[in-house]
């Protein structure tokens, strides 16, 4: 064999091999807890918490207010530390008892009520992520920017302000600026609660084109049962506190998705299986909390 067609065979090992090699993004949860002390209070807030997130899955978790769900999230994005089991990375330590987890670039989160630099432009607050860590170059940025913000019908509000945007151009921005970062995870914490219906849908959309064009793991809290069968490939429903996995749902809804799927068969009977199970820990937190108060 001469050196060019060696050379071309090798090329197409490479490539074979990378399509092959399994996408970044796997969290591991095993038998996660936290326990919050606060002047001996003694608040348990996650018990034996497992679950396993392929890379490239997206994933809502649901249940009672206080049943642990933001806590787990800030434990995974490093905001918070875990008192007991682990959680991995792509099979690497992301937080364990001896290693303390941390902020990075492979996790980033939108939060609900929006984390925008108001003294910056729309351009600006997208590119500060990779500018800064020295990833891309401002013009290469820029580019960069413009594309993703185009994706999501926001090409023409580039120099304005985040104050000058209504809440749901917000949240497709702070998207934006977590994605043009490449992260391996993207953590939502219920970033469309506060929106009015039309504004949620529309966002549902952009968002599902995004996840669609890029293949992100993504971790999704939400209180809308509905949101979480839409957008995910499994719901998660946890149990009051302390919190733990009650039930996987597997949403078996072709993608790409559509809101006619909401009026389907298929649909409503996995709400109707998703209200009961969610409906039962309510309860229990409710009883809880008029135990706790008598």
Request: aromatic content about 6%; overall charge negative.
């Amino acid at each position: 064999m001469n050196d060019v067609n060696l050379k071309l065979v090798q090329k197409d090992q490479a490539q074979e091999a990378a399509v092959c090699r399994a996408p970044d993004g796997a969290l591991s949860i095993k038998e996660v807890g936290k326990i919050y002390d606060p002047e001996g209070v003694h608040v348990v807030a996650l018990e034996d918490c497992s679950l396993e997130i392929t890379a490239g899955e997206f994933v809502a978790i649901v249940g009672p207010s206080g049943c642990g769900k933001s806590t787990l999230l800030n434990i995974m994005a490093g905001f918070d530390n875990l008192t007991a089991g682990e959680i991995l990375l792509d099979g690497e330590p992301l937080a364990t008892l001896d290693t303390a987890p941390k902020p990075g670039p492979d996790r980033v989160v939108v939060f609900q009520h929006g984390a925008l630099f108001p003294w910056k432009t729309v351009l600006e607050n997208v590119t500060y992520g990779p500018v800064v860590q020295g990833v891309m170059s401002p013009e290469e940025a820029n580019d960069r920017g413009r594309e993703m913000l185009s994706r999501v019908g926001l090409n023409n509000i580039e120099t304005s302000y985040p104050g000058q945007l209504s809440s749901g151009m917000q949240r497709r921005v702070e998207i934006i600026r977590a994605l043009i970062n490449n992260p391996k995870v993207l953590l939502l914490d219920e970033p469309f609660r506060a929106m009015d219906t039309v504004t949620k849908s529309a966002s549902h959309q952009y968002l599902l084109e995004l996840y669609n064009a890029t293949g992100k793991t993504i971790f999704f809290i939400t209180h809308d049962l509905e949101e979480a069968i839409f957008l995910a490939d499994k719901v998660l429903v946890m149990t009051t506190r302390p919190g733990y996995i009650k039930q996987t749902l597997e949403v078996d809804l072709p993608r790409p998705r559509h809101y006619g799927m909401l009026a389907s068969v298929e649909f409503i009977e996995m709400k109707s299986e998703l209200v009961g199970a969610v409906h039962e820990e309510a309860v229990k937190a409710f009883e809880a909390g008029e135990r706790e108060m008598a």
